[in-house]
Structures are given as structure tokens and as C-alpha cells.
């Protein structure tokens, strides 16, 4: 049973009187975690909670969602992280992609040069960051890049080498349903 809507007569604004319903089963607090002995620990070690707060800031990136995916699977392709590839295989897959689009993904690269400009910087953000020189940007400039899509490029790259980095260390691999 869903509960009831709760009331807030402390808030000035008559709109926001009334507080939405809580999911079941989710509760209006900091997340938490257990702790070694099981028990909670309190809330979220900062760096959890950081990583939900990037992955909230990502949902607004710049770049098309299909060249997204394309980039996460090149990075996730470096990484090792077969639980992400066939994560975002599948997405690709929902956006349309063809087989051919996620192999040459996977190489990153693309049939199109200017989103193979894009997806080489993202793996060389990730492989080799300390090697990228002011011409290479200025090649990925070259293409339309703008300075945001670069930026919005290094939040991809660093939260999916995050996820794929989680995913690794707690030995996670992708079911049969996800192939």
C-alpha cells in the first residue's frame, strides 16, 4: 500500500504544504551503508557519495546520447569491465546503434572522424591524460568541439572509470540475461 501524502504545515508556501509520497521501500535520509561488523555505519563515505552526485551531474552532459555510449564503450573496452560493456552494448543497442557502430566503438573509433576525434581524447583522458598536448586539443577543436563537450568528455571518462573500477574490485561480471 502506498502511504498516505504527508502534510508540512510549517512551510510557508501553501504549494509546498503538501510533501510528494515516498517511494515504498526508500526512505528521506543521507544513504548509509554497513559497517564491518553489519551494522550501520551511518551515512555514505564521502567518496560514495560523491560518485552519486557526479552520476546526477552527468545526466545533463552536452553530447548526444549515442556518441555517449559510443565513448563509455571505448572506455569500458580499455578498462576490462565486461559488466559495463555489455551494460552499455545493450543501451547502444535501445539508441539504435548497429553491430558494426558498437564494434568500431569498442576500437574507438567511429565512421564518422569528428566523433573518432571525440572518442580518442576519451580514452587518452583515460590512458594517458599527462600525454595530451595543446595541438591534440586543438585537433579535437578542430572538428566543432566546443570546451564544455571536452569537459563534459572528462566527467564521462572519470565516472565510468569509476563504475568500472567498482565493478572490477568487487568481481562483478554481466548475467546471461545481459548479453
Known sequence: MVPPRQ?????????????????????????????????????????????????????????????????????????????????????????GLSENDITLARQGLSTDARETALIDLAVRLLAEPAAITDEDLAAVRAHGWTDRVLADVLGLVSLNHLTGAFNLLAGLEPTTESH
Not at 504544504?17 to 526508500?26: D, F, I, L, S
Not at 551503508?33 to 567518496?47: I, K, M
Open 7 to 95: 502534510e508540512n504545515p510549517d512551510d510557508p508556501h501553501p504549494a509546498r504544504r503538501r510533501t510528494a509520497r515516498p517511494v515504498p521501500g526508500t526512505a528521506r535520509r543521507a544513504p548509509r551503508h554497513p559497517g564491518p561488523d553489519g551494522r550501520d555505519d551511518g551515512p555514505l563515505p564521502a567518496l560514495l557519495q560523491g560518485y552519486l552526485d557526479l552520476s546526477r551531474a552527468i545526466k545533463r552532459v552536452s553530447i548526444p546520447r549515442a556518441l555517449s555510449e559510443k565513448i563509455l564503450l571505448a572506455v569500458q573496452e580499455w578498462l576490462g569491465c565486461a559488466l559495463c560493456l555489455a551494460a552499455h552494448g545493450a543501451a547502444a543497442r535501445k539508441l
